[in-house]
T-cell receptor, first 115, second 113 residues
Framework: AQSVTQLDSQVPVFEEAPVELRCNYSSSVSVYLFWYVQYPNQGLQLLLKYLSGSTLVKGINGFEAEFNKSQTSFHLRKPSVHISDTAEYFCAVISSGAGSYQLTFGKGTKLSVIP | EAQVTQNPRYLITVTGKKLTVTCSQNMNHEYMSWYRQDPGLGLRQIYYSMNVEVTDKGDVPEGYKVSRKEKRNFPLILESPSPNQTSLYFC????????????FGSGTRLTVV
C-alpha cells in the first residue's frame, strides 16, 4: 500500500523568505509524485509532478521539488514567498507498478505568509 | 476549456434522502475519482474508475455508490445519506498520456442534517 506523510500541518513564514514543505512517501514500487495547491474556498490545482528523469522538478509560481529516492522524499521549495502563496499544499503519490494508478494524498500543509 | 464540472456546488439535505452529485469531464480522460475532504484529514479517495464500466473502491467507500456508463460522466450516489457524510467532495480526472496530472472540479459542499 502507498501512503504520504506531510511532516508539518502548518508553516508560517515571512514574506520574501524561503520555504520548504516536507513530504515523505511509502511505496514498495516505482512512484509518480505530485504537489497540489488549494487556495481558500477553491479546488485543487497541480503545482508540479515527477514521473521520471531529472530529480529536480520545476512547477508553476516559482515552486520546485526534488525527488530523493533513497530518503523517499519529495520536498517542495520556493526561494522567496509572496502573500499570494498563502494556501494549503498537498503532496500526493501514484504507485506506478500497482496497475491501478490511484492518487493518494497527504493530509496537507497550510502555508501562511506573514507580511 | 478543459474542465471537470461538478453539480451542485452546495447541497443541504436530510438524513436518508437519496442524492446524486454529478461529475463530467470534457478531456476524454480514462481515469476518474471521487474524494472527500475533511479538516485535518486531507483528501481521502472514495471510488475511482480506470475506464468505462471499470470502478473500484478507494479508502472510504462505505455509504457511497458510483457508476461509469460513459467515459465523460462519473456520478456519486448517496443512497441514504447520514450526518457523517457532511463534507467537501471533489471529482477529478486524468489520463496516462497526460502524465497522470489530475484535474479537479470546483467541489461540492454537502451538509446532511
Amino acid at each position: 500500500a502507498q501512503s504520504v506523510t506531510q511532516l508539518d500541518s502548518q508553516v508560517p513564514v515571512f514574506e520574501e523568505a524561503p520555504v520548504e514543505l516536507r513530504c515523505n512517501y511509502s511505496s514498495s514500487v516505482s512512484v509518480y509524485l505530485f504537489w497540489y495547491v488549494q487556495y481558500p474556498n477553491q479546488g485543487l490545482q497541480l503545482l508540479l509532478k515527477y514521473l521520471s528523469g531529472s530529480t529536480l522538478v520545476k512547477g508553476i509560481n516559482g515552486f520546485e521539488a526534488e525527488f530523493n529516492k533513497s530518503q523517499t522524499s519529495f520536498h517542495l521549495r520556493k526561494p522567496s514567498v509572496h502573500i499570494s502563496d498563502t494556501a494549503e499544499y498537498f503532496c500526493a503519490v501514484i504507485s506506478s507498478g500497482a496497475g491501478s494508478y490511484q492518487l493518494t494524498f497527504g493530509k496537507g500543509t497550510k502555508l501562511s505568509v506573514i507580511p | 476549456e478543459a474542465q471537470v464540472t461538478q453539480n451542485p456546488r452546495y447541497l443541504i439535505t436530510v438524513t436518508g434522502k437519496k442524492l446524486t452529485v454529478t461529475c463530467s469531464q470534457n478531456m476524454n480522460h480514462e481515469y476518474m475519482s471521487w474524494y472527500r475532504q475533511d479538516p485535518g484529514l486531507g483528501l481521502r479517495q472514495i471510488y475511482y474508475s480506470m475506464n468505462v464500466e471499470v470502478t473500484d473502491k478507494g479508502d472510504v467507500p462505505e455509504g457511497y455508490k458510483v457508476s461509469r456508463k460513459e467515459k465523460r460522466n462519473f456520478p456519486l450516489i448517496l443512497e441514504s445519506p447520514s450526518p457523517n457524510q457532511t463534507s467537501l467532495y471533489f471529482c477529478a480526472s486524468s489520463s496516462q498520456t497526460g502524465g497522470f496530472g489530475y484535474t479537479f472540479g470546483s467541489g461540492t459542499r454537502l451538509t446532511v442534517v
